[in-house]
């Protein structure tokens, strides 16, 4: 029997890198060491604390580092993300294993991570916007590693040169940066191929603040007008890379925002939509270990698998008197079952041995517990 798990959806070389991660073969990030960053940064004309702009791209998986130099943010450097989960499409409640799209500010405090991920930030989901229209969410982040469960997750290396440069600036003149996170590169050729999602209007909004910073590159002003993202393009000599603001029609705050969409109503599907399927590829001749064949149209994995019960073959765990008990399997025995079922199940059947094992140990315990105080009362 052959299980084939198809990813249809976007960037479907997510998988790859996971485990190209996890083997120790992924390919270099092009992220340099702390030593030579300062180099790297002179040679450009840009100093070590400098403001800075992020902006990531799902679909085509790439987190772009901008940096002020004069009157302008350049393009300090373009690094892959090794993965990010779900897929197009904003992050709706906590849970949901969908990483966000939209503008968010960082500043100090969401710089100070305690945790797993000591040189990571965190996005500040959910933003204003997202309140606005009660998505949920909490410690959504940039780190390091290759696994997410919503967050953007970037390796060791990288991380450390964003979290450095990032720190840097906050320690410097900005006191907060942008982050800016679309579903892919906002032309207008995405946009018309991806007209008929679910998520275009919203994607619209983002669009106004993608065009904005392609024409000034600078950060717009990015407002909150109700439940819509609105956009005023930055000029230079201002500071445009605080908070989010709310903006209010009718009020002088709204000077140089375009509010030609606050009254527009906001519609959103209440899951978020998968991509339609896309043709069967040819994947060729199934293979016997577990072995990932990529396409150009989706990721196709095929894992051998035996049955869980076959002829001579002893079930991982036995049940005993009347399934109060479990048996671990001996050693010889679990070595056989490995062997005969293969390196796919060898870490399952594993973990199931230390549970029995650690049970039985709770056990044993308990009832020495229970004997000692039997004797002592009588």
Known sequence: MALVVELDDVAPDRIERQRAFARGVLPP????????????????????????????????????????????????ATFPICHWTGTLGP????????????????????MRHVGRWREAFNLGFPNLHDKRLERTGSYILVHGG???????????????????LAGAALRGRQEHFQVHIFPFRMTDANM????????????????????????????????????????????????????????DPGKPNAAGF???????????????????????????????DATYMPTS????ARIERRETVEAGLPLPLERADHGQRERALSEPEAGARMKAEGPVRVQTLERKRQRAQRRIHREAMYENYRRTLVGTSQ
């Open 146 to 164: 290759c696994s997410s469960t919503g967050c953007y997750a970037m390796t060791e290396p990288v991380a450390k040169v964003i979290h450095h």
């Open 29 to 76: 990030s092009g992220a340099p060491d702390l030593e030579d960053l300062s180099e790297q940064l002179t040679a450009k004309g840009i100093s070590e604390g400098a403001p800075i702009l992020i902006r990531i791209f799902k679909a085509e998986s790439e987190l772009e580092l901008w940096m002020r130099s004069g009157n302008a943010f350049v393009l300090k």
């Open 91 to 110: 992050k709706l409640r906590e849970g949901d294993k969908q990483s966000p799209e939209g503008f968010y500010t960082i500043g100090r405090r969401q």
């Open 192 to 247: 018309a191929a991806h007209a008929d999602s679910p998520w275009v209007d919203f994607w619209r909004d983002l669009k106004a603040g993608y065009d904005a910073f392609e024409e000034t590159r600078l950060p717009p002003r990015i407002g909150v007008c109700r439940q819509r993202y609105v956009v005023a393009k930055a000029s230079p000599g201002t500071r445009s890379h605080g908070p989010l603001t709310r903006v």
């Open 297 to 300: 149209a989706r990721t196709v």
């Open 258 to 288: 375009d509010i030609s969409r606050c009254d527009v109503p906001v519609v959103e599907p209440a899951e978020p939509l998968a991509a339609a399927p896309a043709p069967q590829p040819d994947v060729g001749p199934v293979r016997s």
